[in-house]
């Protein structure tokens, strides 16, 4: 699937989501302007820091849930406070919101896992030193020739 779709499948949850509990349940959205209450650098400070933002700005902090979403998850914590207060006003800031939450959190925990390093590959590590040289007056046979070939995944376990 592309991008694009995804988004749009995204946004689709998102509005039944929002229908079903504005119908059944009798929650109430807000309808504040976000634009009337910050600005774009809010927007990078919030996508690029989450954490740091909901610290040290005016959003609203909560309880025990409210603190452990901002430790473990402060994307998809930002993503909910967004559909809450602004979700009849500027639904495409808040799908934006969610799209950066699904990413930022799916490829924070892929570079964690690949240990830092989000091209790593476990298939294929090759070493080969034969033809290194040290500079500085060493002598060749001072040299470590070393050669790593991993074929199989279960080889690297």
């Not at 933002?53 to 406070?81: E, K, N």
């Not at 925990?109 to 298939?123: A, L």
Request: net charge neutral; aromatic share 14%; proline share 3%.
């Amino acid at each position: 699937m592309n991008t694009l779709f995804k988004i749009f499948i995204v946004f689709l949850l998102l509005s039944m989501g929002s229908a079903i509990m504005m119908r059944d349940f009798g929650i109430e959205f807000g309808d504040i302007n976000y634009w009337q209450n910050h600005g774009v650098f809010f927007l990078i400070f919030i996508t690029l820091f989450p954490r740091l933002t909901l610290l040290f700005s005016s959003v609203a902090t909560g309880g025990l849930l409210w603190w452990l979403a901002w430790f473990i998850t402060p994307r998809f914590l930002v993503a909910y406070l967004a559909t809450i207060a602004y979700w009849q006003t500027n639904p495409v800031l808040v799908v934006i919101s969610w799209v950066m939450a699904i990413g930022g959190e799916s490829s924070e925990k892929t570079v964690v896992i690949n240990r830092g390093s989000p091209f790593r590959s476990k298939r294929t590590v090759v070493l080969n030193n034969s033809n290194h040289r040290h500079q500085g007056g060493n002598s060749p046979t001072d040299s470590i020739e070393a050669e790593f070939k991993v074929k199989n995944e279960s080889d690297l376990d």
